[in-house]
Structures are given as C-alpha cells and as structure tokens.
DNA sequence: TTTAGCAGGGAATAATTATTCCCCCACTGA
DNA sequence: TCAGTGGGGGAATAATTATTCCCTGCTAAA
C-alpha cells in the first residue's frame, strides 16, 4: 500500500471529513448513487467529465471507507450495483449543504474564477 | 496567474462548493475565524501542523472568493484581522455539518486509515 | 546594535492526485 | 471469428497542491 509521506491530522473534525470526502468526484459519485445511479456504466455516463478510471479508484476508496457497498448480480450479463451504506448516507446532509450553497452561489463563484484565470 | 490545463466543470453544485472549499486548511480557518481567531499570528498558532505560508496562501485565496474580509488596523504594533463576510457565515453550516460528521466517526475513519496504510 | 515579534511573499521542490493509454476476462449476437 | 457490452486494473505521466527555505520591512525592547 502506498505511504504517506506526511501524516495526517485526524484530530480535528472537520479534516476526519475531508480526508474522507475529498477526491475531485467523491461527493458527485455519493449524490448520484442517492439519486438512484447505481451502476458503473450509469454512474460513467452521469459523471461523463471525469476519466472512468478515476470513478472507479474512487468508488473502491468510499467501499473502504464503508460509505457505499458493491453488489454483485451473480449471472450474465454482468450487473454491479452500488448502495449506500447506513454511514454513506449519514454523509447526506454535508453533500446536500455543498450542493445548495453551490447552487446559489453559482454565478458568484464562476466570476471570480474567470477573473482569477484572466 | 496561472491557467489550469484541465477545465473545471462547475455545472455541479457540489463542484462549486468543492471548488471554493477544497484547500488542506480551508475549512479549518472558516472555522477558526468563526471562533474569533482572527490574527494570522494567532491562526497559525491554532493550527500549528500546517506551514504558516499555506495558510497564507489560503487566507488569500478565501479572501478573493470573498469568504473573508481582510482589516488592517493602523498604526503599531502591525494588527490584521480577519473577519467572515455574510458569503463566508453561509458556509458554516457547510462546516458544522463536516466537524459534526467527522467527530462522530473519528475511531472509524482512524481505523480504516491505519488498516490501509499497513 | 542586535534580537524578537508581526505580517508576508518568491522560487524551488516534494508530495499527492488525476488522467491517459492500454491491457484483462466473459459473454452475446452477427 | 469479429465486434461490442459490462466490469475492471497496472503503469507511466501530467497536473495540481503543499511544503520548505529564505528573504523583505517595520518597530519595540534589551
């Protein structure tokens, strides 16, 4: 397993989260299987910006972390579905505050991003 | 200033959100600042496991989103404040919810943690 | 006149994360 | 037999972020 170089603060609450939920599509991935996107080629298609690699290394790390699990139809065609876990939604109301301030600070944000950028 | 080579999606809500937040010690200074640790001397006291010139960085950057307001007082000694705009008291609930989760699952976390570090 | 406290930044480098490219397996239908 | 679908991973590389090192300027106190 790969190593830290520098150890991490679990001490403070809020860094437990982020170490947890950070990852460029963590929070996107946990809202879409909510949402009732719960198979790999689906959660792919909805999330069509990101690489499917990436979506899979993250799906592995939120099964580690128990927020989701995998479930594996036994026959053919193959089928996998992913679930949250009673923890994974527990995660809920962080996503649903991410979403609802983004929203409504859309417009906000993209100006100053453009500006930042110029 | 520097020009990302891979855009950024900020359709998403969440995306937003992650976009304005995501920084090692972000979240932890809103925090702080809430708190009343106002001075940068005293933030880096606070959060003494981040070098003080990321947080300076950060201060910046939360500053150009607007979350933070900068006050110089005059005069000496050298006194600088930082104090949460409205936009930036908006995302506490963004932050309770993190702090809130986190402390709930710290032993949780802290174990898979370990586990795949071994 | 040196030292310390306070606020901060430039440049280089290290560490971490994301992305791309190309591969695997099993089966179905043409 | 070939192409396509569904699920997936290894290795290398690119991109982004954090960290370290060292520097500036000011004033007050020793």
Redesign the pocket.
Known sequence: MYE???PEDLECGINISMKVLS??WKPCIIDGINKGIR???ELHAAIDV??P??I???L?ELEAYGLIC?KIYPG?????EYYLTELGESTLPIIQALDQWGNENREHVRKIVLQLQE
């Open positions: 830290r170089k520098i990852g460029k198979r790999p080629s990101a690489a690699r990436v899979n290394m993250q592995r995998k053919l065609p193959l089928r996998v």
